[in-house]
């Protein structure tokens, strides 16, 4: 059966650390990798991942993909309060006619001041 | 434009009731993706909308049953109601072309139901 998985399932720091969230999987047919910020209802798209070791970066966000340990990483640096939020890893799998997205159960982040 | 929206916001049903939700795509995209996500849980898969047809299923029982119209925005029923369907239902849409080299989604904010 195809699943992702996320760790931490939480995390706490402080304004200005530097966190580093991560995401293994285990799917047939992987075409891509996803990460998604949830603040409060919709996730809203960070990163697209489809080649390994190529890092893909906005702002102070940035994200990996290892094809061969099957894992991707994503980093922020400087924190801010607003970073507060859930991370979610997602794979997309091809199965028969089309694609869906594989969730983590996400990571849930708190940036205190 | 707009970009994904759904309706209603929020729905509070009894145990054995049937509920309906709903959901406009992005302009421009004619893919709809349902998604389960409870408290806690990253979204769980529903089903997948094309054509107006159901192209790929998740986990998920009869009980729940989709249709997507010629203008490409779907409705998701769910029937016979159970306490454990409580969750946050969002709705994502993209391009079947992108969809299919596997290209990101874009999320509604989704209809919070609850059922007691």
């Known amino acids: 059966e195809d699943k992702v998985v996320q760790s931490p399932l939480s995390l706490v720091v402080h304004e200005g650390d530097t966190v580093t969230l991560n995401c293994s999987y285990e799917?047939?047919?992987?075409?891509?990798l996803l990460w998604y910020k949830q603040e409060k209802k919709a996730p809203t798209f960070l990163f697209m991942l489809?080649?390994?070791?190529i890092e893909k970066k906005s702002g102070r966000l940035s994200s990996i993909l290892d094809k061969k340990e099957l894992f991707s990483i994503l980093n922020i640096t400087a924190t801010q309060t607003g970073d507060s939020a859930i991370y979610l890893c997602a794979v997309i799998t091809y199965g028969g006619a089309t694609n869906k997205l594989i969730f983590g159960t996400g990571t849930l982040l708190a940036v205190q001041p | 434009d707009a970009g994904v929206t759904q309706s209603p916001t929020h729905l509070i049903k009894t145990r054995g009731q049937q509920v309906t939700l709903r959901c406009s795509p992005k302009s421009g995209h004619d893919t709809v993706s349902w998604y389960q996500q409870a408290l806690g849980q990253g979204p769980q898969f529903i089903f997948q909308y094309y054509e107006e047809e159901e192209r790929q299923r998740g986990n998920f029982p009869d009980r729940f049953s989709g249709h997507q119209f010629p203008n490409y925005s779907s409705e998701l029923n769910v029937n016979a109601l159970l306490l454990g369907d409580s969750a946050l239902y969002l709705c994502?849409?993209?391009?079947?072309?992108?969809?299919?080299?596997?290209?990101?989604?874009?999320f509604g904010q989704g209809t919070r139901l609850t059922v007691v």
């Open positions: 489809t080649s390994s070791g």
């Open positions: 799917v047939t047919n992987f075409r891509s």
């Open positions: 994502a849409s993209s391009l079947m072309r992108g969809v299919l080299r596997g290209a990101e989604a874009f």
